[in-house]
């Protein structure tokens, strides 16, 4: 059953470990009541892809996943004629003598001969309730497909040409997330609901360690959240999202860390800044500097 409040979509959430603040909340409840596509724009890492999947889990829905990517065509994303079963039924039918070309070509292009894709598979009637389509990082693929997805959006149907319009009897719930190397056409986006996901504050990151990493302790988490706050008001290259929050934290607590110091943070960087030229910004004083700072303010 889909949220019938606001604070009932809070609560579908946090009960699959997702922290959102209420305006998140907000469009996610109002995406679900309004039956219209809810889309994500935001840095990488900062959580858009988790709410999907907190979705489908908190409303026990199957999560059908499109990876989008450059050259994403109809044929992977929708569906396509399994060319191969289809030469064979021609080539048995010509053995027995039944190559009626009209019966042939009839049966050829039927549903049996169908290979779904997720966008096909999430207009399907599921047993649990419409699924959760994830539509990730739409601006990796090509501004045609943007333009294919336009029927899907507005009336969530697909047109086959050899079967015809096949809709859906109940809209799946679409998420479509951006990481905004490119913007996304106009059109897709007043079919959908808007929102930005922007780094989570101190106190929000916070719990999100506590949820996902419980692992850690207190003083830890507390100091990890100050450091990657910190980091995010340097001029980087990429600001670590919550992503790599949770990865560095996680490797802490492979070296049995409890607290921060200058040594285990030069020597797992890694896990949290991804280009060298960032990495180059924080020689080791620096780092010296930026993990007193941290437990200053962890203390606070």
Known sequence: MTPDSLEAAQALLAGAD???????????????????PLFLEGEAGVGKTELAKALAAGLGRELIRLQCYEGLDVASAVYEWNVQRQMVAIRLAEASGRAREEALERDLFSPAYLVKRPILRALEPAAGGAPVLLIDELDR???????????????????????GTIRADEPPIVVITSNRTREIHDAVKRRCLYHWVDYPSAERELEILRRKAPGAAERLSREVVAFVQRLRGMDLYKAPGVAETL????????????????????????????YQDDLARLPREEIAALVEDAKARAAA
């Open 141 to 163: 693929a090509d501004e045609p497909f943007e333009a294919y997805l336009l029927e899907v959006l507005s009336d969530f149907q697909v047109t086959i040409p050899e079967l």
């Open 247 to 274: 990865d560095w934290t996680r490797a802490l607590l492979l070296l049995d860390a409890i607290s921060l110091d200058p040594q285990a943070v030069s020597d797992t960087l890694g896990a949290l800044l991804k």
């Open 18 to 36: 997702y922290v959102a603040g209420r305006r998140l909340a907000t469009a996610v409840f109002l995406a679900l009541q309004l039956r219209r």
